[in-house]
Every structure is written in structure tokens, then in C-alpha cells.
């Protein structure tokens, strides 16, 4: 199928070195072959493959040249710099990668004007209307929070297809990258964070209490969120304060990448599945618009919440609490007055909704697949 990111990553390659980077199984090779009918790909897990990245021995009368796993190379910084410096944008370079290159990007040479990044994420409703066109997509919604939105169990549609792919994907992550990259060797005690992270989705997180339940120290749960994070395991949402440092030092949320990750009630893997969309919008916008975006969650000293916040541009544009089935308005709307006016949208997202509304303060209670399948703010 078609994927969103195919445009721009084709209209950037002509111009710069493109770097995807994504989950594993998210799509990113299959994006990378779909540039071009003549490419050479070389996969640094592959031994013979990395004996000719050393080498440099690509074929140069390719029209593409792709690179898997780079950031596995030692100083593959400096490699890649050394060929865009000597060589220029031909044959053109595009390197995938399942761990987030800008954290790998922050030591040693800079590669600073020479690469355009995109991130790729599993399918959401809006993608699959868009290059699917399920013929029905209450149909599709469910599936994504039966399943989530990789590509390959999505398309195959099974649940016992789903669960055999999952245990394989978190263990080739754990046991392979984690160790390799990050060089972490508690395997145990982070498949037990996994554990106590899929319980607690949409609920704010305390370091403290994770060091309690895995009985180390506060320092290194955050390192191992931290990780999780590069690793495209789970990302963080925090809450919402105009001053970025108070924002930062108070408790997050961590929503998973694979939304049939999550364990709890249907309304903790709506969430999570809305908080995904979210951030694919909001990301997709900094890749391929240059907007600066960020997705928080609001919340009070007496503890009225909503669920999301998302800026753009430093402006609050969209004022987001999601529910599986009430179709009355939030209270918790009311709570948040000022924020309310400086919004530019103001939506309850309902998964099961008899009735669309509009209230005289701008807050609209949608239905959750038209409004998904169309994500505009």
C-alpha cells in the first residue's frame, strides 16, 4: 500500500540525505524500496552488507543507495558526512532505522544541514481511509485497537496472527536492540517496566513508585523510559505548562506505539489509539512543514484533566478529552476557561456517539471514526 510519507520523502531526496526512522515493523524499508525501481540496499545486520558500507562499494550508477540500521555502525556519523562532503546527493542516501536518530545525533560529528528526517508510524485511521478506503471503517477502528497499527497484522487481520507477531516484535527490540545499542543487559526488569506501563496507560507516572515495584532507583527508571522511548516502544506526553521547565518536571503519561500493547479497559486503548493519531499528525507536520509541535495533557492542582493538549507553533490549537461512550459534555472542560478561549478546537471524541453536538463555548462532541478518518485542526 501507499504510505503518507511517500511524497515528501521522494521531493527531499533529490536535495538531502533522508533519514527514516520509526518502529521496528512500522514500514520503513518497504517506504525506502518504493522511492525507486533502482536502488542498492545494504542492511548493517547483514555481515556481507556491512564489509561494503566499510568498503564504500556500492554500485554509484543506482539511483538510490539505502541504508538500514546505520546508527549500529560505530561513527556512522562521521561515515555518513564523509560520503554527503566527498560525494554530494548522488547516488541519493536514505537511511532507515528502528531507534531515533536525533538522540544518536546529538555526539560527535555534525550533520547539521546535510539530512531532512521524517518519522514513520503504524497505520491510524487517517492513513487507512486515505490509502485503503475500507468499506467500513467502524470496522477498521476496531481492528486498530484490537491489534494496533503495524502494517503486516493489521493487513492480515487475525488476532492469534497478532499476539504470535507481537511476542516476536518486543523480543527482537529487548533482547537484541537494547543490547546492542543501548547496552542493557536487565532484561528481566525491563520487560517487567513494559508490564507495569501496559497497565497504566493514560495514567500519570511516578518514577518513584516504578523504582518501588523494580526495586532500583529512581535515576535509572527514567534512563530505562528514556530507552524505551529511542526505541520506539512508548512515548511520553506531559502535562501542559507555559513555562516548558515546570512542564518537565512533573508527572507523564506513556502511551504505546502499538496500541494492542495496552491493558486495560476499551477506554485506555481508545486513548492510547488517539494519542498515536495525535502524535503522527503533530510529527507529520515538524517532518515535512518545519512547524514546531508538541502533545501535552492538561490537568489542575485538584485534579481536573483532560486528556490533550496540542500546540503548534507555541499556540494551544486543539483541546481534546476522548470517551468511549458519553455523549455529554466533559465538566471538565469548565475547569479550564482561560485555556478554553486561547484553543483554537475544543473536541470530546467519542467512540460510540448517537448524536454529534455543538455548544455555545466552541466545545464540539464528534464522533471518533469520521473525525479520525478526516484529522484536521
Excluded at 207 to 215: G, I, K, N, P, R
Aim: hydrophobic content about 40%; charged content about 30%; proline content about 5%.
Amino acid at each position: 500500500m501507499e504510505r503518507h510519507l511517500a511524497e515528501p520523502v521522494k521531493a527531499d531526496l533529490d536535495k538531502k540525505i533522508v533519514f527514516i526512522t520509526g518502529p521496528r515493523q512500522s514500514g520503513k524499508t518497504t517506504l525506502a524500496r518504493m522511492m525507486s525501481n533502482h536502488y542498492d540496499y545494504f542492511n548493517f545486520d547483514n555481515p556481507e552488507h556491512r564489509i561494503a558500507l566499510i568498503r564504500r562499494s556500492w554500485d554509484r550508477s543506482k539511483e538510490l543507495v539505502i541504508l538500514d540500521e546505520l546508527h549500529k555502525m560505530k561513527k556512522w556519523k562521521s561515515f555518513l558526512k564523509g560520503v554527503y562532503d566527498t560525494e554530494g546527493a548522488r547516488p541519493r542516501l536514505l537511511v532507515t532505522g528502528s531507534a531515533r536518530l536525533d538522540t544518536y545525533r546529538k555526539a560527535g560529528d555534525s550533520l547539521a544541514g546535510r539530512f531532512f528526517q521524517f518519522r514513520l508510524h503504524p497505520l491510524d485511521l487517517k492513513e487507512i481511509k486515505r490509502y485503503l478506503d475500507p468499506p467500513n471503517p467502524d470496522e477498521a477502528l476496531d481492528l486498530l485497537l484490537k491489534i494496533g497499527g503495524f502494517p503486516e497484522p493489521f493487513l492480515n487481520g487475525e488476532s492469534r496472527f497478532y499476539n504470535r507477531w507481537k511476542k516476536t516484535h518486543l523480543d527482537i527490540i529487548i533482547r537484541q536492540d537494547l543490547v546492542e545499542i543501548e547496552n542493557i543487559h536487565r532484561i528481566a526488569a525491563i520487560e517487567t517496566l513494559i508490564e507495569l506501563l501496559r497497565r497504566r496507560v493514560g495514567s500519570p507516572i511516578s518514577f518513584s513508585s516504578l523504582a518501588t515495584d523494580l526495586q532500583v532507583s529512581d535515576k535509572t527508571v527514567k534512563n530505562w523510559l528514556s530507552v524505551l522511548e529511542n526505541m520506539y516502544i512508548v512515548f511520553k506526553v506531559t502535562p501542559y505548562h507555559s513555562n516548558v521547565a515546570r512542564s518537565l518536571l512533573k508527572l507523564p503519561k506513556y502511551y504505546f506505539y502499538d496500541t494492542g500493547q495496552v491493558i486495560g479497559d476499551e477506554g485506555a486503548r481508545f486513548e492510547n489509539l488517539v494519542a498515536c493519531a495525535l502524535l503522527k499528525e503533530l510529527q507529520y507536520r515538524e517532518d515535512c512543514d518545519g512547524e514546531r509541535t508538541a502533545l501535552h495533557y492538561v490537568k489542575r492542582k485538584d485534579g481536573q484533566e483532560i486528556d490533550f493538549l496540542a500546540v503548534v507553533n507555541d499556540e494551544p490549537v486543539l483541546l481534546m478529552e476522548t470517551k468511549w461512550s458519553d455523549g455529554e459534555r466533559s465538566p471538565q472542560f469548565r475547569a479550564f476557561a482561560g485555556l478554553m478561549e486561547a484553543t483554537r478546537k475544543k473536541i470530546q471524541l467519542v467512540r460510540t456517539l448517537d448524536r454529534e453536538k455543538t455548544y455555545p463555548d466552541g466545545v464540539e462532541v464528534r464522533a471518533a471514526v469520521p473525525w479520525l478518518a478526516a484529522m484536521e485542526f
